[in-house]
């Protein structure tokens, strides 16, 4: 009879089919406790998911833009004298903010003031909160400006066309570079194109606005400096204070 091995690499075969057995128990165990289990029936009477309110942005952008709806009816129907006179400063003014509420150098300076001016005890807690959601929400206020500037400037090219023979080519083509540029970039601004392409956005978005900008004020510099009657430029002309 052979004496029975010490190696590492024998078996024992008795203990592997006790651990056969044993494995098998517990796999039909968990059988039988998965065939018991019952699928928990939802209940019809639970209350549908209320929709969220509507974000600080999208409240700030339904407010800027009202303003200057109200303020383009009431110059377009002579009832704001110097909306209807001065359209341009109007889309210079949207311009303006919507480029500030997102050059980082203006952001720090209003959250720095923001920071020392409110950041006391003393100031109620609610006024705080109120002011923080509308410095983070700045994004409404960039999106309405930029529709509204382009508005304007629509206004302001009409105005000017309407009044063709005491205008210059030159006011003409600057409004009408402008308008192109501006609607440019609000293209560019639209999820599909700012997502899958988002280096060209940045890019058209950045240069355009300051581009549009610094025409915007060449255009006015140029209506209020032209003599119809003369046809010439006068840069000294009072007009321009």
Same mark, same amino acid.
């Given at each position: 009879?052979? $004496? @029975?091995?010490?190696?590492?690499?024998?078996?024992?075969?008795?203990?592997?089919?006790?651990?056969?057995? &044993?494995? +098998?128990?517990?796999?039909?165990?968990?059988?039988?406790?998965?065939?018991? $289990?019952?699928?928990?029936?939802?209940?019809?009477?639970?209350?549908?998911?209320?929709?969220?309110?509507?974000?600080?942005?999208?409240? =700030?952008?339904?407010?800027? %833009?009202?303003?200057?709806?109200?303020?383009?009816?009431?110059?377009?129907?002579?009832?704001?004298?110097?909306?209807?006179?001065?359209?341009?400063?109007?889309? *210079?003014?949207? #311009? =303006?903010?919507?480029?500030?509420?997102? !050059?980082?150098?203006?952001?720090?300076?209003?959250?720095?003031?923001?920071? &020392?001016?409110?950041?006391?005890?003393?100031?109620?807690?609610?006024?705080? @909160?109120?002011?923080?959601?509308?410095?983070?929400?700045?994004?409404? #206020?960039?999106?309405?400006?930029?529709?509204?500037?382009?508005?304007?400037?629509?206004?302001?090219?009409?105005?000017? =066309? &309407?009044?063709?023979?005491?205008?210059?080519?030159? *006011?003409?083509?600057?409004?009408? !570079?402008?308008?192109?540029? /501006?609607?440019?970039?609000? %293209?560019?601004?639209?999820? /599909?194109?700012?997502?899958?392409?988002?280096?060209?956005? +940045?890019?058209?978005?950045?240069?355009?606005?300051? !581009?549009?900008?610094? /025409?915007?004020?060449?255009?006015?510099?140029?209506?209020?400096?032209? $003599?119809?009657?003369?046809?010439?430029?006068?840069?000294?002309?009072?007009?321009?204070?």
């Amino acid at each position: 009879m052979s $004496q @029975t091995s010490s190696h590492f690499c024998d078996l024992d075969l008795e203990d592997h089919h006790d651990d056969d057995r &044993k494995v +098998e128990v517990v796999v039909e165990g968990s059988k039988e406790d998965l065939e018991k $289990q019952k699928p928990v029936p939802i209940s019809s009477n639970s209350k549908p998911e209320q929709p969220l309110p509507p974000k600080a942005a999208h409240r =700030l952008f339904t407010v800027c %833009l009202a303003l200057n709806v109200i303020g383009l009816v009431l110059g377009a129907t002579g009832h704001f004298p110097y909306a209807r006179h001065k359209a341009a400063l109007f889309a *210079i003014g949207n #311009i =303006l903010a919507l480029i500030l509420c997102r !050059t980082e150098a203006f952001l720090r300076v209003v959250f720095w003031l923001a920071v &020392k001016l409110l950041g006391r005890s003393w100031v109620p807690i609610p006024f705080r @909160t109120a002011t923080t959601s509308f410095l983070q929400c700045l994004g409404g #206020i960039h999106s309405s400006c930029s529709v509204s500037s382009v508005a304007w400037l629509v206004y302001a090219l009409v105005l000017t =066309l &309407k009044d063709r023979e005491n205008t210059s080519p030159e *006011i003409i083509g600057v409004a009408s !570079t402008i308008l192109a540029l /501006l609607r440019l970039s609000c %293209l560019a601004a639209f999820p /599909l194109v700012c997502h899958l392409h988002h280096n060209v956005f +940045e890019r058209i978005h950045r240069f355009v606005g300051w !581009t549009a900008l610094g /025409l915007n004020w060449a255009f006015v510099i140029l209506t209020f400096s032209y $003599q119809p009657e003369s046809k010439i430029y006068n840069v000294r002309s009072s007009r321009l204070v």
